[in-house]
């Protein structure tokens, strides 16, 4: 079996979808298109670079928050 019916096989096997979130450590992608193909696509959390575009996605959300707070907080103290 090829690996490309490999990643079909396990994008449309249910168990690997949970509240839209894509997990298979046997598909090979890291990007899949969601199930309903026309919303775009998802991350595959079963390989370690989705896992970690997931957590440095989190992290710069983070880091991005923190950096807003200062900021208004230097402008709220100098009025």
């Known amino acids: 079996m090829a690996q490309e ?4 096989s396990e994008w ?5 979808w949970s509240g839209g ?7 090979s992608r890291v990007w899949v298109p ?3 193909r026309s919303m775009g696509w998802t991350i595959n959390l ?3 670079k ?6 440095w996605t989190f992290v710069g959300a983070i880091v991005l928050i923190v950096l807003m707070n200062i900021l208004v907080m ?3 103290i100098k009025k």
């Open 50 to 55: 989705g896992a970690a575009c997931m957590m």
């Open 34 to 36: 969601k199930q309903i």
């Open 46 to 48: 079963g390989q370690k």
């Open 74 to 76: 230097n402008l709220v």
């Open 5 to 8: 019916d490999i990643n079909e």
């Open 12 to 16: 449309n096997n249910p168990d690997n």
């Open 21 to 27: 979130l894509y997990f298979s450590k046997k598909d």
